[in-house]
């Protein structure tokens, strides 16, 4: 039986030392059965998770892991100027966007170019209606219509590999003025469109 020894106790030094070394391989002793699938309710539960993990890793799963889609590395440029690549952009949205995305991509007709300006941009026409700025509701239409370019930059930033803060300008039907401009990345809608990064 050990002797609990105070500070201060008239036990010589090898005694003490001693004491230390029991109560240390009592405590490896005690690690190594933990280890070695010992009777810890932790290690049960962890060694049950990886049982099961290896399970449904051997069985195979019923709905196989959704790939990422490969993203396009053209420039804006060479996007905006190589036929079908709209194309290519709307099917790649009807797959893979959101409900939002799907609907404001519709609305895309034709890449009318690139330009490069504070950031570079690609230019898209649409058949969003021009809005008349002396109307009354010429701002809720506005706002409207620059969370819609939000929406098409969100779905951009998914198709494209950016190499650098772009934007994607979106003409209205009358090519005249744009409808929204946006930067291309994954959070346009809550960054508002902006290349700041919040």
């Not at 290690?43 to 892991?65: E, M, R």
């Not at 079908?84 to 991509?105: D, I, N, R, S, W």
Request: proline letters at 4%.
């Amino acid at each position: 039986m050990t002797e609990i020894v105070y500070v201060g106790s008239s036990r010589s030094r090898n005694e003490t030392a001693m004491g230390c070394g029991v109560i240390a391989v009592v405590a490896l002793i005690l690690a190594v059965a933990t280890q070695c699938g010992g009777e810890d309710g932790k290690s049960d539960s962890a060694s049950t998770a990886k049982h099961i993990a290896a399970t449904s890793i051997t069985a195979g799963s019923p709905k196989p892991a959704r790939s990422k889609p490969k993203k396009v590395t053209m420039s804006l440029a060479e996007i905006a100027d190589t036929p079908g690549t709209l194309a290519q952009f709307k099917k790649f949205v009807a797959t893979h966007g959101t409900a939002e995305q799907k609907e404001a991509v519709e609305h895309l007709r034709k890449w009318r170019g690139y330009s490069r300006k504070v950031y570079p941009a690609i230019e898209v026409a649409s058949d969003y209606p021009t809005v008349d700025y002396e109307a009354d509701d010429a701002v809720d239409r506005t706002q409207d219509l620059e969370q819609q370019s939000q929406y098409i930059a969100e779905a951009f930033a998914s198709w494209w590999q950016a190499d650098e803060p772009s934007v994607i300008q979106v003409f209205d039907r009358g090519g005249k003025y744009t409808a929204g401009t946006s930067c291309i990345r994954a959070d346009s809608v809550r960054a508002h469109g902006s290349c700041l990064r919040t």
